[in-house]
Nanobody, 116 residues
Framework: QVQLVESGGGLVQPGGSLRLSCAVT????????MGWYRQAPGKQRELVAD???????NYGDSVKGRFTISRDNAKNTVYLQMRGLKPEDTASYYC??????????WGKGTLVTVSS
């Protein structure tokens, strides 16, 4: 059983920074891709960033140059460093593990609110 627990969300002013963490328990394979998605009210869930164990990284267009994803394989933890936050970054952020067979595991989400 794979379980994901996010932490680090909260309220931040525009231009500020936050760091999200996701601790994963259970069996993790080297081929698993770990990532972050977000969903704002009334919108579809979208990719923020994902990272393979070998270091390949994808970023959503709206966060390129502002967010950085990293992964600690020894700790089964994935991080999302967010800088230059904008009000449009307000959303629930979900941690994801995608297995080689397409199976997705999700955390319960952590809320990020960007507001003055």
């Amino acid at each position: 059983q794979v379980q994901l627990v996010e932490s680090g969300g909260g309220l931040v002013q525009p231009g500020g920074s936050l760091r999200l963490s996701c601790a994963v328990t259970g069996t993790i394979f080297s081929s698993d891709v770990m990532g972050w998605y977000r969903q704002a009210p009334g919108k579809q869930r979208e990719l923020v960033a994902d990272i393979a164990s070998g270091g390949r990284i994808n970023y959503g267009d709206s966060v390129k140059g502002r967010f950085t994803i990293s992964r600690d394989n020894a700790k089964n933890t994935v991080y999302l460093q967010m800088r230059g936050l904008k009000p449009e970054d307000t959303a629930s952020y979900y941690c994801n593990v995608r297995r080689f067979d397409g199976t997705d595991y999700w955390g319960k989400g952590t809320l990020v609110t960007v507001s003055s």
